[in-house]
């Protein structure tokens, strides 16, 4: 009996201080875990080296629909989706040194649901004894900020690279080709390796381009279109309309072009421009021709009143020259003025050869 007494006591005194040991760490454990649950509204997990949950904070209670006492019977490995890649020994042991470990994993809540997190795990010493600590950050809208803007990026590449016509991406500072569609390359008869180690100079066709000037009003030409000339690989000339906007990628600002061959387009242009000189000149002959026989008309007029009038003149001269010649004796000379007879008779003659001769 006195054997069995003394075993009891010895029991109850190890259990007492186990009990006290046990107590003092949770103590501390409470302690230093509500310094860290002050940190924002992340989720903040407590747990040994086995990953058993040992505190939670409130925000956690939220984010997985568990109690807090609920919480505290599971293990990390309970809240994980079964989809998310296992965390392996080299990743636990180093959470444990004092390096950390900061990893992308997905969640999963009491329903079943599941939702992206950050979580950020380090070791910390209690009472000697190292536990596990986790920040778990809900990164749910980061991820669909980040997939928005995949999809806008995958869009704008479609539209980028199915574009017609030909598309550039320019550094404003050192005037560099930074980005460019297969159109821009193909259509000034370069390889993709040769074109992407031009600058805008290269392909610019004019011997004085101020570069810098020219970037400035291509990024200022937003609302505009500027007109330029663009030089192939072999020399030749290519009118190009050019439209510009600036934009930003990944923080830096660029200056983004569309350039449309209208090449074409002007040569049907100075056609056109040809033919309508041609048309104005054929006008201005027609117009002419149009008042010179006016003004014939006009003259012709008058004329042909002369020439009516002339004829009777004529038509009774011959019968006067009839009735003076069957009087006239020989020799004998008649004067009209200063003319002799003879040299108006002359005269007629020859006027009236004249008028045979003129419709």
């Not at 990893?103 to 979580?119: I, L, N, T």
């Not at 000149?281 to 042909?304: F, R, W, Y």
């Amino acid at each position: 009996g006195l054997g069995l007494g003394l075993w009891w006591q010895q029991q109850r005194a190890r259990f007492l201080a186990d009990y006290y040991h046990n107590e003092l760490n949770r103590q501390a454990l409470v302690q230093h875990y509500d310094y860290l649950a002050k940190y924002g509204s992340d989720i903040v997990l407590l747990m040994d080296q086995s990953g058993h949950l040992l505190e939670a904070n409130s925000s956690a209670v939220s984010a997985y629909g568990y109690t807090h006492q609920e919480l505290l019977q599971l293990n990390i490995k309970d809240l994980r989706a079964p989809e998310t890649l296992v965390v392996n020994q080299e990743q636990v042991q180093s959470a444990m040194r004092e390096d950390g470990l900061l990893v992308e994993a997905v969640h999963k809540r009491k329903d079943g649901s599941q939702f992206p997190v950050e979580v950020n795990s380090r070791s910390i010493a209690i009472q000697g004894e190292r536990f596990l600590h986790s920040i778990v950050r809900d990164i749910t809208a980061r991820k669909q900020a980040e997939l928005a803007l995949r999809e806008s990026e995958a869009r704008y590449r479609v539209l980028f690279e199915q574009a017609p016509d030909p598309v550039l991406l320019l550094d404003p500072t050192t005037a560099l080709i930074v980005g460019f569609n297969d159109k821009a390359y193909q259509n000034l008869g370069y390889t993709k390796e040769e074109f992407a180690r031009l600058s805008i100079a290269d392909i610019e066709n004019s011997d004085n381009l101020d570069v810098a000037q020219h970037l400035k009003t291509l990024g200022e030409a937003a609302s505009d279109n500027l007109e330029t000339k663009h030089r192939t690989k072999a020399g030749e000339t290519r009118d190009i309309l050019m439209s510009s906007r600036t934009i930003e990628i990944n923080g830096k600002p660029l200056v983004q072009v569309l350039c449309r061959d209208i090449t074409e387009r002007k040569r049907i242009e100075d056609q056109m421009r040809q033919q309508e000189m041609q048309l104005i000149q054929a006008d201005k002959l027609v117009s002419l021709g149009t008042l010179v026989s006016g003004m014939a008309h006009e003259i012709n007029n008058p004329n042909q009143l002369i020439q009516m009038n002339a004829q009777l003149l004529l038509d009774e001269w011959g019968n006067l020259t009839h009735f003076i010649d069957e009087r006239l004796e020989d020799g004998q000379t008649l004067w009209v003025g200063n003319l002799s007879y003879e040299e108006l008779r002359e005269t007629s003659r020859c006027c009236c050869r004249t008028s045979q001769t003129v419709p």
